[in-house]
């Protein structure tokens, strides 16, 4: 699976029918340290994930056939997950770098308060999903 | 998926089993700014509706022949869909920098 951002959508009337009422994202391919690799992707989302959000994005044929339940679709890319934070001690966040929470000026987070301030963070998600 | 434009047509005339009559473009591999990336590529159009100057979107491998009838066809990349519209966030023209508000 990939961490990638969305950067975009995509609008299209002609195309193969399983695209149909479906939406098309453009996704950035992330690295674990934020800064984008130079590469994209074209998923189709079955999440309801918008634009600006950090999803989670799998690039394999048959999970896609499996996620949209069509066993002939012509597509590899499907957002399945949308991220409310990733913790890798000592490096950023991508997934917060994007509400900019932490400004690039501001002193730097020990790794211990960031493990905090994450599963907070992880933990008004669920909140908000719940209700 | 990735994103493309058409630059061109192709006739095969002698084609494998199955690929008769399927139309072959030419397709330029874009980012999503439309700024040229790597080598031109040749996809099967499994919308056979393409024409040069039009930007597509194609999948490559397996799925790729999933795209056509019969599907089970020796083709590497098949256009998918045409692009009417890429509406991107102004986050994506600054890529590799620092990330701010999106929204």
């Not at chain 1, 001690?89 to 987070?109: L, M």
Request: proline share 9%.
């Amino acid at each position: 699976m990939i961490v990638g951002r969305v950067i975009g959508e995509i609008y299209s009337t002609i195309n193969h029918p399983i695209f149909d009422r479906r939406k098309l994202l453009v996704v950035e391919k992330l690295a674990p340290g934020g800064r984008a690799p130079d590469d994209y992707l074209v998923a189709i989302d079955a999440v309801d994930a918008g634009v600006g959000q950090t999803v989670l994005v799998i690039d394999e044929g048959n999970s896609a056939r499996q996620v949209l339940s069509a066993p002939n679709a012509p597509t590899r890319s499907v957002i399945v997950g949308i991220i409310d934070a990733i913790d890798i001690p000592g490096a950023a966040d991508p997934a917060r770098a994007r509400e900019g929470s932490s400004p690039p000026s501001s002193p730097p987070v020990s790794a211990a308060e960031k493990t905090t301030a994450a599963r907070e963070h992880a933990g008004k998600g669920r909140k908000a999903r719940s209700r | 998926m990735k994103i493309g434009r058409v630059i061109g047509s192709l006739v095969a005339c002698v084609a494998y089993e199955g690929l008769e009559g399927v139309p072959f473009l030419w397709v330029q591999p874009l980012s999503p700014r439309g700024e040229d990336r790597g080598r031109p590529i040749v996809c099967a159009d499994s919308t056979r509706m393409a024409g040069p100057g039009e930007r597509i979107y194609y999948e490559s491998s397996r799925e790729a022949a999933l795209a056509l009838d019969p599907w089970f066809v020796p083709v590497d990349d098949a256009i998918v869909g045409i692009i009417d519209g890429i509406h991107l966030t102004p986050l994506a023209e600054s890529a590799g920098e620092p990330r701010g508000e999106t929204r």
